[in-house]
């Protein structure tokens, strides 16, 4: 009788309906990141003593285990098993004890004595804690520790999800066992889906169960059981995507399962974000930078078989960019990683391995290359200087001459032309201008040049365009890099002042020089668009799920005071690196402009490291370019670690140019008609 008269009674309660998460697309609309249905398991307190809870919890860890599913073990990030020990998160703590008395919501003190984990250990065992009795094995009291102290929150009205994206067996079993399990019920939820992220990874990122320090920091936005973005546009835009919970009233029996639904109010889904990444090229651009690495490292015979490879490539990476509105086309990081590992389960054992080989890589892949990445420029950053040149009328015209005799001499120092010393030409190449420089890439003349300008001026034009400066792209974890100067000298060398030698070797993109391809990509696509540096962003615009609402992200700009002449100058020179006899990487594009009629703007550069220049390491291969040459669409940046040549990094450019200029309707036989004479803007 008093069974059936509990069995009666009833609880007003309170549930949330998660929403779904705003869908992530590329520019055509192809999905990167969708949701799908999984079922949770979750529990509500329902007043069970330590015994029944503790005998429950191992029970539904064994249910879970033996169907193959994953749940929460928050308590492995204090307390691991087997050995027993202190977890990641208490590894640089300088007092444990005290954090876990806090963590574990202790009285201050009571751990005080203890001095090992397994001392912790017996102590949350014991009938002060969670009173596990001495019949469960160490490993049986583990689990069930792991299952209270994943409740610590649970109250009547505030359930705690168990395990997420469990089986439909699962679910059968909690829903035929209730009475074994009471307070315990499942549930239905959108579960996110990544689509052909491993080409994308570092821009979409992942997301994941917010830890203790988000919740910490966002209390009151957020529940314990809450998945937040935790890299790339999915913690960028977290707040658009989440979407808002619904709510639903309900009644429940004793053992928290339904009875009755009063009333709810609906969830709203989260916001779609349209990125400005077209998945098309991001692939073509993934792919290229992973197979010319690899060339590289294997010396792949006839195209990058030198004598100063190493074959130690080992990283990169590539963004390209339109030039008239500073949206990024494609932004690939090498190597990479996919991120649809954070979504498997706990007890995906390939998934867990997968994700401990990404974070113990030495490469590290997790890291974006392309935005947090900073790298001497080389000679990408000659354009620069001539255009400093010619704007401080240190260059007369673009007609100026200065002489190359085949090496420069400057604070003591005798710095060479390059194809002078390796026996090329037998007196470097004497009087030249700066397209011609441009095109052969001849050191002597930027060595004097930069000497004339000073390096303020020099750091000065720098600044304009955007190097050792963040861009302000829409995305977290962008470095600024630096420029070489006075000021950053001083960090390094404090006792040593500012010399020529300074000033020729900056001039050449070297000494202090640290840019992030994302910036080199920006500062070459506005010398291409005249002299307009972009806010560069991925973010193209969001729209409400229903389409009632859109945001589209506003284009914004800085206009370079640098003369049209100027830009037509140097650009004659970078037309001249992809097409002339002399050209650096006119072998690269030959085909292209045969076959398409389009001119590529661009400049290689072969940038020294600290360990190349000791040998121990092949020297970074770094490509800029722009086209149409005349009337520039896209602008694209390749940086390889250890890529030996920046020619050889112009094969990664080369590739996605052909991908580009193909699947825009049209592209080429606009291109070929630009290149009228008539019709010829830029280059005379």
Known sequence: ERLEAES?????????????????????GVPIAVNRMGFYVQIVKTGQDKDTLNKMGLELIKLFELNGDSYYRSLSKYLTFNPIGFGPLLKNQKDPMARLETVFGLEKGSLKNMKTAGDVFRYLCSEAVYGIDDSYSDEEAYKIMAFRFEIRNYGRVTPVVLARDVSRKTVAEVEERHREFPGVTTGVEPLRKYIDAS???????????????????????????????????????????RGVDGKKR????????????????????????????????????????????NGIRDREKGKYDSKSNLGDANAGAVVAMDVNNGEILAMASYPGYDPSIFLAGANNKEAQKAIAELYENEDMPEWNRAIAGTYPPGSTFKPLVGIAGLEEGVLTSKNHTLEDPGYYE?????????????????????????????????????????VLLTGDKIDNWARMFGLGEKTGIDIGGEERGSRSNSEVKKKYEPNSAWGR????????????????????????????????????????????YDGSQVYET??????????????????????????????????????????????????????????????????????????????????????IERGVFGYYAANVALEIMEAYFDVNSGANQQSQDVLMPEEVVLIP
Not at 211 to 233: C, F
Not at 262 to 287: E, F, H, R, Y
Not at 590 to 597: A, L, M, V, Y
Not at 617 to 622: A, D, L, P, R, Y
């Open 8 to 28: 009666q009674r009833r609880f007003l309660n309170e549930r949330e309906i998660p929403a779904s998460r705003g869908k992530i697309l590329d520019r055509n």
């Open 199 to 241: 080409y994308v990874a570092h821009v979409l990122g992942f997301v994941g169960l917010i830890d203790e320090e988000e919740y910490k920091n966002l209390k009151g936005q957020y529940d314990m059981n809450d998945i937040i973005g935790k890299s790339g546009v999915e913690r960028a835009a977290e707040k658009y995507l």
């Open 250 to 293: 309900i009644e429940t029996d004793i053992w928290g399962r339904l009875t009755q639904e009063l009333d709810s109010i609906p969830a709203i889904p989260g916001d779609n974000i349209i990125l400005t990444i077209d998945m098309n090229l991001q692939k073509v651009a993934a792919q290229s930078l992973d197979r010319t690495i």
């Open 410 to 450: 400057v604070d003591g120092w005798r710095l060479f032309c390059l194809e002078y010393r390796h026996g090329i030409l037998p007196r470097g190449h004497g009087h030249i201008n700066l397209a011609d420089a441009l095109a052969t890439s001849c050191n002597v003349f930027f060595y004097k040049l930069g």
């Open 501 to 544: 030698l300074d000033t020729a070797m900056t001039a050449i993109g070297q000494r202090y020089n640290l840019f992030t391809p994302l910036q080199l990509c920006n500062y070459i696509s506005t010398i291409g668009n005249g002299g307009k540096r972009y806010t560069p962003h991925l973010i193209k615009r969001r729209e409400s």
């Open 554 to 639: 506003p284009v914004e700009f800085e206009q370079i005071p640098v003369k049209k002449s100027t830009l037509e100058a140097v650009i004659e020179g970078m037309v001249k690196v992809a097409s002339s006899s002399e050209g650096t990487a006119a072998k690269v594009f030959e085909e292209f402009t045969k076959k398409t009629g389009i001119r590529v703007a661009g400049k290689t550069g072969t940038a020294e490291t600290p360990w190349s220049i000791t040998g121990k390491h092949s020297n970074n291969g770094v490509f800029v370019c722009f086209a149409p040459a005349e009337k520039p669409e896209i602008a694209i940046a390749v940086i």
